[in-house]
């Protein structure tokens, strides 16, 4: 099975910095017949479901604000909040979807307010 | 719009039995997985398990195998999350999702509530 790890557990930023989050899987999820990272970033906010902002590692869902970016391969992954608003305290989970049909979820990062 | 329309909270005993629901709308239901997500309170996301309606394929999280049941009803676009005999354990917020590969589309949630 892949394992799935972020970090931090927290972070607390200020209005307008920039929030790095990492992931990080056991295996690689880079399939290679189709240079694809496997990796994808949902919000949840405090009440509601989660909801797509990456997937493919870098692909930002359409209507995801420009502010948030996936980058990273094989096994090492990062979100980042490049301008952090008040709509973006929430729960963030990377999730995996190579290993089939276990697409397991990372632990999440709460990001707040400082 | 494509939407998951989620079954009501629940309220159960331990032993009882339930059936929960998730119908898809705005798309073609029989051509994408449909996945189950757990969230116990103040808990992060788990893998639950996936159906693709069209054949009603099934595959389960080694975690869940043999604790729930996956199934779908194709003329009503319609998938399913059931079990036989709850636990207090199974006190959670179920998600169904839709499965583009990587979930794009949530359902609200389900809340059950299993106490005696």
């Known amino acids: 099975d892949i394992v799935m790890t972020q970090s931090p557990d927290s972070l607390a930023v200020s209005l307008g910095e920039r929030a790095t989050i990492n992931c990080k899987s056991s295996?690689?999820?880079?399939?290679?017949?189709?240079?694809?990272?496997?990796l994808a970033w949902y919000q949840q906010k405090p009440g509601q479901p989660p909801k797509l902002l990456i997937y493919?590692?870098?692909t930002r869902e359409s209507g995801v604000p420009d502010r948030f970016s996936g980058s990273g391969s094989g096994t090492d992954f990062t979100l980042t909040i490049s301008s952090l608003q008040a709509e973006d305290v929430a729960v963030y989970y990377c999730?995996?979807?190579?290993?089939?049909?276990?697409?397991?979820f990372g632990p999440g990062t709460k990001v707040d307010i400082k | 719009e494509v939407q998951l329309v989620q079954s009501g909270a629940e309220v159960k005993k331990p032993g009882e039995s339930l059936k929960i629901s998730c119908k898809g709308s705005g798309y073609s239901f029989t051509s994408y997985w449909i996945g189950w997500v757990r969230q116990m309170p103040g808990k992060g996301l788990e893998w639950m398990g996936i159906?693709?309606?069209?054949?009603?394929?099934?595959r389960y999280s080694p975690s869940f195998q043999g604790q729930v049941t996956i199934s779908a009803d194709k003329s009503i676009s319609t998938a399913y999350l059931q079990w036989s005999s709850l636990k207090a354990s199974d006190t959670a917020m179920y998600y169904c999702?839709?499965?583009?590969?990587?979930?794009?589309?949530w359902g609200k949630g389900t809340t059950v509530t299993v106490s005696s």
């Open positions: 295996q690689s999820v880079l399939y290679s017949s189709n240079n694809k990272n496997y």
């Open positions: 999702a839709r499965l583009l590969v990587y979930m794009d589309v």
């Open positions: 493919w590692a870098s």
């Open positions: 159906i693709y309606p069209g054949d009603s394929d099934t």
């Open positions: 999730q995996q979807y190579y290993s089939t049909p276990l697409f397991t």
